[in-house]
């Protein structure tokens, strides 16, 4: 399975709530910080909420 590679690029400064929820699930929480995740529709569901404050790139395994 792929693998996406999450960078936060933005502040979740002014963010609601739902959002500053999905950064924490995806292991974000300050500018810069990155993770890799499976590529799964959970995870798609979360990137969506927070497209504007991060990155995604695909990672080869």
């Known amino acids: ?5 999450i960078t936060q690029t933005r502040s979740k400064i002014g963010g609601k709530e739902k959002q500053h929820a999905a950064l ?3 292991g974000l929480g ?3 910080k990155s993770t890799v ?3 799964r529709p959970e ?3 979360q990137i969506t909420i927070v497209a504007h404050l991060v990155s995604v790139e695909e990672v080869a395994e």
Do not use: N, T, Y
Request: aromatic share 0%.
């Open 1 to 5: 399975m792929a693998k996406l590679k």
């Open 24 to 26: 924490q699930s995806l």
């Open 43 to 45: 995870v798609r569901g």
């Open 30 to 32: 300050r500018i810069g």
């Open 37 to 39: 995740r499976e590529d």
